[in-house]
């Protein structure tokens, strides 16, 4: 088990220390497959400082290049979360019954229709599912397509018949916030616009992640399938809102780290689709907490992130 902590370290960083880092955890803990707590989260931020330094350092593309990259990831991540359920059915061809997100049916091909449900090919998912996968392998001139498709689809979600009413009605919640369907086009347009910027630059320039980074999305996908986790379940809402919070402390340890501004142009683009949810939508939060303590959440990690790269940048010029 203690070889997974290693994950978050850099390929070359676990190459040439790895096996050092490993001979450590087994002589200050031995017999234990797992370190205390407080180790655990210590490797953990080691790790992501350590990949930070790396990411900083390679100067094949510029930082803002980089920072559109994840902001595309990320806004291509939320589009897919709420239809997770709705792909991992299709592509295993279950029918899901009382279990289909906010569907009378999930379904499969035209011959899927339920009780005053129109006939889909598509899952809406897909789209949102292809444009992370192209994104990832660093391919936006394939992402693109697919976010366009996005904004067609939820620009004409009462008389599309390529995925259906329900296919893109279907409510998503994203952590504690406003619930953002697909034809809410806010998010699928800076996607969309995201993607044209990417496409735009020389090929080769952006970084291609490993296709291992495909697996917590696999993992996702089928816990809210098999399990029926459905994303306006508590459950899931709060398991999303823990997600949300790792990935912004991890966006302020790499920062820190660093001083390097790239992690906050996705932050500024997911606080800004939520707070444009939210403002559309100022009865839609699912009350898991108050009003202004989702805000203060959803809106502080901004300022904290740009205040945290200008002092690690003075700090850097002054030493």
Not at 261 to 270: E, G, H, K, S
Request: proline content about 7%; charged content about 15%; overall charge positive.
């Amino acid at each position: 088990m203690n070889r997974l902590l290693l994950a978050t370290y850099p390929k070359a960083y676990r190459s040439r220390r790895g096996e050092e880092l490993l001979a450590c955890l087994a002589e200050a803990y031995p017999g234990r497959s797992w370190p205390p707590p407080r180790e655990v989260a210590a490797l953990a931020r080691a790790g992501v400082q350590t990949r930070a330094r790396a990411v900083v350092e390679d100067t094949t593309r510029p930082w803002w290049l980089d920072g559109f990259h994840l902001t595309a990831l990320v806004l291509a991540a939320l589009a897919l979360v709420p239809y997770l359920q709705d792909v991992w059915h299709w592509a295993l061809h279950i029918d899901p019954g009382r279990h289909a997100i906010a569907f009378d049916f999930s379904g499969w091909y035209p011959w899927a229709q339920g009780p005053e449900t129109r006939t889909r090919l598509l899952p809406y998912g897909l789209l949102p599912l292809i444009c992370l996968i192209a994104l990832l392998r660093g391919k936006p001139w394939i992402a693109l397509p697919a976010a366009a498709a996005m904004i067609y689809a939820g620009a004409t979600f009462n008389s599309s018949t390529l995925f259906g009413g329900e296919g893109v009605a279907g409510l998503g919640y994203y952590g504690l916030g406003t619930p953002i369907t697909a034809h809410d086009l806010v998010l699928s347009g800076m996607l969309c616009i995201v993607c044209a910027a990417l496409a735009a630059c020389r090929p080769g320039r952006l970084r291609r992640r490993s296709s291992y980074w495909l697996a917590p999305v696999v993992l996702a996908m089928f816990v809210a399938g098999s399990l029926h986790v459905i994303s306006v379940s508590p459950t899931f809402q709060r398991g999303l809102f823990a997600l949300e919070l790792t990935a912004l402390i991890a966006a302020w340890v790499a920062t820190t780290a660093t001083g390097d501004y790239r992690w906050l142009i996705p932050v500024a683009a997911f606080t800004f689709v939520r707070t444009q949810a939210i403002i559309a939508e100022p009865n839609g939060f699912m009350r898991s907490l108050p009003d202004l303590v989702v805000l203060l959440l959803l809106v502080a990690p901004l300022p904290i992130l740009a205040i945290t790269a200008r002092r690690q940048r003075s700090q850097a010029l002054f030493d």
